[in-house]
T-cell receptor, first 113, second 113 residues
Framework: DAGVIQSPRHEVTEMGQEVTLRCKPI?????LFWYRQTMMRGLELLIY????????DSGMPEDRFSAKMPNASFSTLKIQPSEPRDSAVYFC???????????FGPGTRLTVL | EDQVTQSPEALRLQEGESSSLNCSYT??????LFWYRQDPGKGPEFLFTLYSAGEEKEKERLKATLTKKESFLHITAPKPEDSATYLC??????????????FGIGTKLQVIP
């Protein structure tokens, strides 16, 4: 298996623009997680899905953030409109069962100017 | 609120110089404590899961231990390839089967040849 795939790897955009991050989890994994990593706050869980259904989005910072999982092999995290403080590395991770080790993708480095 | 504190923030060791990294946690009920390794520009990679006080896990030069308040990652005779950031994460016990994970900021380890 290729592991968790994320795209793009790097994204530079201007304040106010819409940003869409993409993730393909490992096949057969029922859980998908979106994280944000910054130097100051470390890794923060934003939202997670179980069998394509959003379970807990309490970590989503604002209404500008939204996430979808239309099928078992694809998820998106959208920021609209983007702001400079959204600059961070965003990771997607998947897991085969609950409370298990998570398999992380390579991340998307987002820079909002 | 769950809290995870890792120390030191950074550690520089000579090759072969053994040491320990600390992860102190506060959680109402612990389902599991996880250690991950993160290399620059990559996503975290799973190392160990510990579930109960007194448990120990080993992998090559790494050994993780767990008490009711903290976990240690012992590194014996480290090599330069052990240089990375080591992350600790806790999964609390939550009602309704919800998942939540809190990560520490990490300890950046540098092993000098």
């Amino acid at each position: 298996d290729a592991g968790v795939i994320q795209s793009p790897r790097h994204e530079v955009t201007e304040m106010g623009q819409e940003v869409t991050l993409r993730c393909k989890p490992i096949s057969g994994h029922d859980y998908l997680f979106w994280y944000r990593q910054t130097m100051m706050r470390g890794l923060e869980l934003l939202i997670y899905f179980n069998n394509n259904v959003p379970i807990d989005d309490s970590g989503m910072p604002e209404d500008r953030f939204s996430a979808k999982m239309p099928n078992a092999s694809f998820s998106t995290l959208k920021i609209q409109p983007s702001e400079p403080r959204d600059s961070a590395v965003y990771f997607c991770a998947s897991s085969p069962v609950a409370w298990n080790e998570q398999f992380f993708g390579p991340g998307t480095r987002l820079t909002v100017l | 609120e769950d809290q995870v504190t890792q120390s030191p923030e950074a550690l520089r060791l000579q090759e072969g110089e053994s040491s320990s990294l600390n992860c102190s946690y506060t959680v109402s009920g612990l389902r599991g404590l996880f250690w991950y390794r993160q290399d620059p520009g990559k996503g975290p990679e799973f190392l160990f899961t510990l579930y109960s006080a007194g448990e120990e896990k080993e992998k090559e030069r790494l050994k993780a231990t767990l008490t009711k308040k903290e976990s240690f990652l012992h590194i014996t005779a480290p090599k330069p390839e052990d240089s990375a950031t080591y992350l600790c994460a806790v999964h609390p016990v939550l009602p309704g089967g919800y998942q939540k994970v809190t990560f520490g900021i990490g300890t950046k380890l540098q092993v000098i040849p």
